[in-house]
């Protein structure tokens, strides 16, 4: 959790020198894209996808838009369409197919497409998934027609964020209220730096979202391990509460409660046992140990280990290719 969270908050630095500024080269780089091309998109051969992926990836790369972002909101795709197929009737069998290559951005909440482009292309092979691979191959992304794409692109993803950012961080706080808070700190860290006013913002929001995130985490874990250690009040049980207990965050409110049960746990044992604390060093310092501990703890109390520590994302675009 502590490293999902260092990630989220890496995603929004302190520039206070962010601008609005729509024609600014550098608003490239404040910009993330994904590319995703749906696995149930039939038309395409699996070959064809990662070429198509391959190429539009280093298209983004070069204008400084790669994902991936913290809430990938507006995604990058793809789909081909067949025009002719003609089969010569020679040895080796040759087929020549002529599609339509469509590129769209597309902001897959809201399902519209924010812009889009589309280029004929000729492919031919001794099979469908040689001509498709072939198609692929001639493709030149680097073009006025890709530019003014992205531009296009660029310009509304920042006039979206610009036009809707009261509610944008509405729903965001509405998250956090749900306990949501993966999801709300993504929401959150979306928001291009660019967009200056939204930015700030957001920036003012994500320190008390963050704060209530690692409380109610903290929580959880101190009421786990007091439960487990109800149950088994003894070295395993302690091992398995300790396991627990290190995954708090130091920052959390609830820390020092977390020490005070380790220090029951620690004087316990040692009076029924005579064993000191120093047996839970070997788990401290082996990560697979401490995790195999955590989730079976988490599971032996009955709560859900990591419940609403990821942002869940729903890539729903193939209404793209219907």
């Known amino acids: 959790m502590k490293k999902l969270i260092i990630f989220l908050i890496g995603l929004l630095p302190l520039a206070v020198l962010a601008q609005n500024n729509l024609g600014s080269a550098n608003d490239y780089d404040r910009i993330a894209l994904d590319v995703y091309i749906p696995e149930q998109v039939e038309n395409i051969p699996d070959h ?12 983004i790369t070069e204008k400084g838009m790669a994902g991936a972002g913290a809430s990938p909101r507006f995604l990058v795709t793809a789909k081909m369409e067949l025009l002719t197929k003609d089969i010569a009737p020679t040895v ?75 509610f944008i961080i509405a ?21 291009p730096e660019v967009c200056k006013d939204c930015y700030m913002k957001a920036l ?18 101190v009421n786990v391990a007091s439960a487990v250690w109800a149950s088994q009040p003894n070295s395993d049980g302690a091992m398995a509460a ?9 920052d959390s409110r609830c820390y020092a409660e977390s020490r005070t ?34 989730i079976k703890a988490f599971r032996d109390v009955g709560v859900a280990y990591g419940e609403n520590q990821q942002p869940t994302y729903v890539y729903d675009i193939m209404w793209v290719f219907r």
């Not at 998250?175 to 999801?183: G, I, M, P, R, Y």
């Not at 929001?205 to 903290?218: T, V």
């Not at 207990?245 to 130091?250: H, K």
């Open 204 to 221: 003012d929001e994500i320190g008390p979202i963050y704060q209530d995130f690692i409380d109610h985490d903290c929580q959880v874990m």
């Open 92 to 166: 080796p069998r040759v087929e020549t197919y002529t599609f339509d290559i469509y590129l769209y951005i597309v902001d897959h909440v809201d399902k519209t497409i924010v812009s889009s482009t589309s280029f004929t292309a000729k492919g031919t092979g001794s099979n469908a998934n040689k001509a498709y691979t072939n198609a692929l191959r001639t493709l030149d992304l680097k073009n006025d027609k890709v530019e003014k794409f992205l531009d296009d692109g660029k310009t509304k993803i920042i006039q979206y964020y610009n036009s809707r950012c009261d």
């Open 242 to 250: 300790g396991a627990v207990l290190s995954g708090i965050d130091p």
């Open 261 to 294: 049960l380790i220090g029951k746990m620690e004087q316990k044992v040692l009076k029924d046992e005579n064993r000191d604390w120093s047996f839970m060093r070997e788990v401290y310092q082996n990560e697979v140990m401490l995790e195999a501990l955590r």
């Open 171 to 191: 729903r965001a706080k509405s998250l956090a209220t749900q306990n949501q808070f993966a999801d709300a700190l993504a929401t959150l860290s979306g928001i």
């Open 48 to 59: 064809a996808k990662s070429l198509i992926t391959s190429k539009l990836t280093n298209a």
